[in-house]
């Protein structure tokens, strides 16, 4: 008997064990990394970034009609349930405000650091309608990401991409004059160097070895601006949050995930400083890790139900 993944959201499709004929029906390369492990568990080896890969492409084709999506081998390969559960979190913050979850295009959102993979957009707009811009200073990271909408013409009009030519901006640049958004997501660099990086990756590939592994699995090649900037996670979110408050009135919630529970009561000292009218910290557990979302608007509430309709 198949049993529930109940830590994750309740809207999340992918709540239950996967199912791989299924998969395996919309990508038939998957098969090959498929097995039943020691507690007759059919599943694949995590550790192999193909196999990772693979089953994402099958699980966004069969859960969001995503056609011929890749992503070169040296960009992150995210894990669609946590990414997913990130989309739904949002749309109950936006939900609370207004009542009802709020669907369709008029709710405008901006994904900072799109990356290679598209994802946020992809489950955004497949699950609640939205439309999406996605920026990231990486331009060959952009180029992927227009790849997948030009294999998938009928989001086109739904998502939009945008260079960020300043690595140390993060709205500036991006948000125009006359911009609004309903919401801004952010899936933060974690590390403050390479080489932390990479002994980050080596310690989750003996745990999922349970061995001793010398080398991590990942290459790291072009791979700076999603794993590592100076500072690491806790400067990242603080520049993000101070740089916020110019675009105070051009976004109703700012969003960003934090990986570290410590940075929190740092993080949260500075939306004070800035004048945050309200902030969230909302928890999320993806298997054994836990994650957690921070937002914060500087609207006050009964304004703030008024950016439903943005044109």
């Known amino acids: 008997m198949s049993t529930e993944k109940s830590s994750l959201h309740t809207r999340n499709p992918h709540r239950n064990p996967y199912d791989f004929d299924q998969l395996i029906s919309c990508v038939p390369e998957l098969k090959q990394y498929v097995f039943t492990n020691d507690y007759q568990t059919v599943t694949i080896n995590f550790s192999i970034p193909k196999a990772v890969k693979l089953l994402n492409k099958a699980l966004l084709s069969h859960f969001y009609k995503i056609k011929n999506w ?5 960009n992150l390969c995210p894990p669609i349930p946590g990414r997913a559960d990130y989309v739904h979190y949002i749309a109950d913050i936006l939900g609370e405000q207004q009542n009802e979850i709020p669907t369709g295009l008029s709710i405008r959102g901006l994904d900072i650091g799109v990356g290679a993979n598209l994802v946020y957009p992809l489950i955004s707009h497949r699950s609640y309608g939205w439309r999406m811009l996605g920026t990231d200073i990486n331009e060959a990271s952009l180029k992927n990401a227009q790849y997948i909408l030009d294999e998938n013409p009928d989001l086109i009009p739904a998502i939009q991409l945008k ?9 500036k640049n991006v948000i125009g004059a006359e911009d609004r958004f309903v919401f801004s997501m952010c899936n933060p660099p974690f590390h403050d160097s390479e080489e932390a990086a990479i002994k980050g990756n080596l310690r ?10 010398r080398k991590p699995l990942l290459n ?11 500072g690491g996670e806790l400067a990242f979110i603080s520049n993000m949050i101070h740089e916020s408050a110019l675009y105070s009135s051009q976004v109703l919630w700012f969003t960003c995930l934090v990986s570290k529970k410590e940075n929190l009561y740092k993080l949260t000292t500075v939306l004070k400083k800035v004048k945050a009218v309200d902030f ?10 836990i994650s957690r979302i921070l937002a914060w608007t500087f609207i006050p509430q009964q304004e703030g139900k008024n950016w439903f309709f943005i044109k």
């Open 204 to 213: 989750k590939t003996k745990n999922v070895h349970k061995s001793k592994v």
């Open 163 to 171: 260079h960020q030519p300043d690595p140390k901006s993060i709205f």
């Open 280 to 289: 969230k910290i909302i928890d999320m557990a993806q298997g054994q890790k």
């Open 220 to 230: 790291f090649s072009g791979q700076q601006s999603e794993l590592w900037c100076e």
């Open 70 to 74: 890749d992503i070169p081998d040296a």
